[in-house]
């Protein structure tokens, strides 16, 4: 069992900045890949970053790259998520989510445990 809990959310005006963070705790952290989804008012929760277990290897949703970078540091259980020149269009409850295994997926039924979730609201 992995417990994973993230924070970091809030409102930001568009074009600032927040770093979301998840702090895991259970099973070997660095056995599991590690991504981030979000899920805006009426969508589907869709893929925004990941990371392999070694951190050596990211990948970004085309929507968010350039502005967002997810790193993990496997001593202390915590995969985080800077976004930079954020848009009124990120707004969305961010999850962190873990996959067991060394490759991040993009999609939601491939991984094991789930974050409950932090709200990021950007304002125009």
């Known amino acids: 069992q992995v417990q994973l809990v993230e924070s970091g959310g809030g409102l930001v005006q568009a074009g600032g900045s927040l770093r979301l963070s998840c702090a895991a705790s259970?099973?070997?952290?660095?056995?599991?890949?590690m991504s981030w989804f979000r899920r805006a008012p009426g969508k589907e929760r869709e893929f925004v970053a990941g990371?392999?277990?070694?951190?050596?290897?990211?990948y970004y949703a085309d929507s968010v790259k350039g502005r967002f970078t997810i790193t993990r540091d496997n001593a202390k259980n915590t995969v985080s998520l800077q976004m930079n020149s954020l848009k009124p269009e990120d707004t969305a409850i961010y999850y962190c989510?873990?996959?067991?295994?060394?490759?991040?997926?993009?999609?939601?039924?491939?991984?094991?445990?789930w974050g409950q979730g932090t709200q990021v609201t950007v304002s125009s």
């Open positions: 990371i392999n277990w070694s951190g050596s290897s990211t």
């Open positions: 259970g099973r070997t952290f660095s056995s599991y890949a």
């Open positions: 989510a873990a996959k067991y295994g060394n490759s991040w997926s993009s999609q939601v039924r491939e991984y094991n445990y």
